[in-house]
């Protein structure tokens, strides 16, 4: 054995897994093993690692100013003495670790030994926060005799036993001090829980406290939670809320105050040491509000149904009942010192987080119920618009017969009106029949095609039955009948379109729009709210054109092709209570109405797209050439257009058959070819004829119509087409027309009198090339 201890490597490995205590008894073996690890580094070594293993930073000995040394006389504080020490020198490592030793050697002793009755001084006894400082600083001290693995296990073992019979006592005191309402009490405790790193033992208790009651989670009946369906004119006195707010908020209201309280309470346990209320609020979020949530759109979805409504349109309540969360159980909870100041911030990004899914399926759903919404509205109206169609065709064939039946016809008669009305029957729709089946709110044109067949028939069969007046009588109510249908449908243009209901189409499209946006505050999701916004814009604009303009301009056109106001002139029987007094319709004057509204339309259109698009950038402006969005937009204008020129065009044409028609039922024969004056025969005042005052009558009534309906551009094409073709019937006219050399005075009156209108009033010179000389 001596000769062992003679090899300096032996003795410095020996020495090196010995405590303290042992070490310092081996040094005391002899002379030559005292010099052994004396010398050299192998001392400075064994203090250092003592010192590092208890987590101390070894510095370099220029840093000296640095490293606090107490005085040899100074009492060691066990509390304080690991704040005191945080780095050493080499050289004072065995002066630094002997301070430390003098603080827990009694400690670990105690451990070592299995003598933990009366662990702590009577200067601690009393105080749990100095005791579990004490036991964290012990078992840091352990970590000191790991070359000792032996006392290492040992005091380490008898230490946990000790720390769990400590945690053990300070939560039943936890417990006894809450069931007293001794919070300050229960906030030191947890405290020390906090501070022996057992959060979780401290966030289970606070879990432990704040249960839900469960009568917080009973939803109200449906009836009482959403809003009844109601009628059409108090739907439009109120909002278009879901819910029943005062039911709602009563539910919702409790559930708030039960988290201020959690907030309260977890303040004054918790304090600012860890911010418990955070988590406790997440777990609210997924445990509590997602449930109600589900509940919540079940609910909802069968209400629709048991209301005859879309049950898959349940989603329909989310955005409602998203901001309501928001505002109770983000903006209306209480500030929280425990969760700092950014704890509403982190409670609204929580409930983003947990309602995303939520809102993406509302954002996927919306679209469809918005163009079903729109769909049906428009379908609505077609329905309406048919059955006062209806009504008036009934009206016109009722009028008609009563002005037949109030003529002298004889005793047999009453079987002949029947026959009329048989026959008429065929063609007047009876006012009281309802279809159960919703049509398609795509106007058919197949009616206006039987319309003028049945006038044509009728017409014809005037000639053939000229010489029975009952049968001729019957024939002409038939086509005062179907002509009437005519005049009136053209009389309904304007009435194709309706603009309040496209005003209110366009008010909900904002409104639905809006509802999406404020969903911009889920980041993740603005690509799908701006994608969304775009649809609906895009179901708006093909609504109004498949289900309501399109449709409303084919009417019009075809009817303005099928009227011929000059065939009114040949009906015997009068519609004077339904009819203008000259009974004739003017188709431009009508048609102007239409354009005009069109234009409304396009333009509330165009301000929607600038004033709501375009500034949340929904639709980024400088890339309007890829977006499908704009060339909608774009063919929608220009189908309008399309229309326009269409139907002008037509009423163009029917302006001039007018002025055709004038020419040759006004224009007498001697109006331009004048009889040889004899000695009785009046003087001729030298000014227009009635024939040309009624033209340019005509002109003026039709030439301005589209002043402020339609822009310049359309104006000036529109009128300058009128003036060229005028021109036209003119030359026709005057190639048919007998002229003298005394009539010629009248026919330059008449000239004048056009050019006048056309190139002062009408500003067209260029259209009466040949009077420009």
Same mark, same amino acid.
């Given at each position: ?460 069969? +005037?000639?053939? #039955?000229?010489? %029975? &007046?009952?049968?001729?009588? /019957? ?7 179907? @002509? *009437? ?119 509330? +259109?165009?301000? #929607?797209?600038? %004033? &709501?698009?375009?500034?949340? /950038? ?7 050439? @890829? *977006? ?119 026919? +330059? ?25």
């Amino acid at each position: 054995m001596d000769n062992l201890l003679k090899v300096p490597e032996i003795v410095t490995n020996i020495s090196s897994f010995l405590s303290p205590a042992d070490y310092l008894g081996f040094l005391q073996v002899n002379k030559q093993v005292y010099n052994s690890v004396i010398d050299g580094e192998n001392d400075l070594r064994y203090w250092s690692l003592k010192l590092t293993r208890m987590g101390l930073q070894r510095v370099n000995s220029k840093e000296t100013e640095d490293v606090k040394l107490l005085d040899e006389k100074d009492d060691e504080d066990p509390i304080c003495i690991f704040e005191v020490y945080k780095s050493f020198t080499t050289q004072d490592a065995k002066k630094i670790f002997a301070k430390f030793y003098r603080c827990y050697n009694s400690y670990t002793k105690k451990l070592y030994n299995n003598n933990l009755a009366n662990f702590f001084p009577t200067s601690y006894s009393k105080d749990p926060l100095k005791q579990i400082k004490i036991l964290n600083y012990i078992k840091r001290y352990n970590l000191s005799n790991r070359n000792d693995i032996e006392t290492f296990v040992k005091i380490d073992t008898n230490f946990n036993i000790l720390r769990e019979i400590f945690i053990n006592s300070v939560l039943k005191e936890i417990e006894l001090n809450y069931q007293s309402n001794n919070l300050a009490a229960v906030a030191r405790f947890i405290k020390v829980l906090l501070i022996s790193n057992e959060e979780n033992n401290a966030i289970e208790f606070f879990k432990s406290k704040a249960d839900l009651p469960p009568s917080l989670m009973t939803l109200p009946p449906n009836d009482e939670l959403f809003w009844k369906e109601q009628t059409q004119e108090e739907e439009s006195n109120r909002c278009t809320a879901v819910f029943n707010s005062k039911n709602l908020d009563a539910f919702l209201n409790p559930l708030r105050d039960f988290l201020n309280e959690k907030i309260k309470l977890a303040d004054i346990l918790f304090q600012g040491e860890f911010p418990v209320i955070i988590q406790f609020i997440e777990s609210f979020i997924q445990d509590v509000l997602l449930d109600i949530l589900n509940h919540i759109l079940s609910n909802y979805g069968e209400f629709l149904k048991s209301n005859g409504k879309d049950c898959k349109a349940n989603y329909e309540c989310f955005p409602e009942l998203y901001f309501t969360f928001i505002k109770r159980f983000c903006t209306e909870l209480n500030d929280s010192a425990n969760a700092g100041q950014t704890f509403h911030k982190v409670v609204h990004e929580l409930l983003n987080l947990y309602l995303e899914p939520f809102a993406v399926n509302y954002m996927n759903q919306t679209t469809r119920v918005f163009e079903s919404l729109i769909s049906s509205q428009l379908a609505n109206y077609d329905i309406q618009f048919q059955d006062k169609e209806r009504e008036q065709n009934a009206k016109i064939y009722n009028s008609l017969r009563d002005q037949t039946d109030g003529t002298a016809l004889s005793s047999n008669d009453s079987s002949h009106n029947h026959s009329i009305a048989t026959e008429a029957s065929m063609t007047v729709p009876e006012s009281d029949s309802k279809q159960k089946a919703v049509p398609q709110p795509v106007r058919s044109t197949n009616n206006i095609s039987d319309d003028k067949l049945d006038f044509l028939s009728s017409f014809t069969k +005037i000639f053939k #039955f000229s010489n %029975n &007046e009952n049968q001729k009588l /019957k024939q002409q109510l038939q086509l005062a009948y179907n @002509l *009437n249908l005519i005049s009136n449908n053209l009389q309904n243009i304007k009435s194709l379109i309706s603009l309040d209901l496209c005003y209110k189409i366009l008010h909900e499209t904002s409104e639905k729009t809006d509802e999406i946006y404020k969903f911009h505050t889920m980041e993740n999701l603005l690509p799908l709210i701006k994608l969304r916004c775009q649809e609906i814009f895009k179901i708006l604009i093909t609504q109004l054109n498949t289900n309501h303009v399109k449709p409303a301009f084919e009417k019009a056109i075809m009817l303005l092709q099928k009227y011929n106001p000059n065939e009114i002139e040949q009906i015997e029987i009068k519609l004077d209570s339904l009819s203008p007094a000259n009974n004739q319709v003017e188709p431009l004057v009508q048609f102007t109405e239409l354009i005009n509204i069109g234009d409304i339309i396009l333009q509330m +259109i165009s301000i #929607f797209y600038k %004033n &709501e698009l375009i500034p949340k /950038k929904i639709i980024d402006k400088n890339k309007d050439f @890829l *977006n499908d969005v704009i060339q909608l937009k774009k063919n929608f204008e220009t189908s309008i257009d399309d229309f326009v020129a269409e139907g002008l065009n037509i009423g163009i044409n029917k302006l001039m058959d007018e002025i055709s028609f004038v020419f040759k039922t006004l224009q007498l024969p001697d109006d331009y070819n004048p009889p040889t004056p004899s000695t009785n025969s009046p003087i001729r005042d030298i000014k227009p004829t009635k024939c040309a005052v009624r033209v340019i009558e005509l002109l003026s009534n039709h030439c301005f119509l589209l002043t402020g309906a339609t822009d310049k551009g359309t104006i000036d094409v529109y009128q300058q087409e009128i003036g060229e073709r005028f021109f036209n019937e003119i030359v026709k006219h005057l190639k048919k027309s007998l002229i003298s050399t005394e009539g010629a005075i009248w026919l +330059i009156c008449d000239l004048n009198y056009f050019y006048d209108f056309i190139a002062n009033k009408l500003k067209q010179k260029t259209s009466f090339p040949i009077l420009l000389g």
